[in-house]
């Protein structure tokens, strides 16, 4: 959900060792993806993520539950004291 590349930019660059890993391999900043949308999501944030999901300039998927996906989104940097 957060990209590391999100997190650091958001305040996690100031984190020490352990609290970077504990960030990436938090399973609540996970989802199961296939490997297309999950390399085309990159280091998005969730406007240009669903920009990128419908700009016809191509790979061309819907997100499910796009709602679903902010609110996770936010659970997550609320928790890590994550800048928006």
């Not at 280091?43 to 539950?65: C, E, H, M, Q, W």
């Amino acid at each position: 959900m957060v990209s590391l590349k999100d997190a650091h930019e958001s305040g996690a660059s100031s984190w020490p060792i352990l609290d970077k890993e504990t960030f990436a391999n938090d399973k609540t900043n996970h989802v199961a993806t296939c490997v297309r949308v999950n390399s085309s999501k990159g280091a998005s944030t969730p406007s240009n993520f669903l920009r990128k999901s419908s700009d016809g300039k191509g790979l061309d998927y819907k997100i499910v539950d796009f709602c679903g996906y902010l609110e996770a989104y936010f659970r997550v940097k609320t928790k890590y004291g994550l800048s928006f």
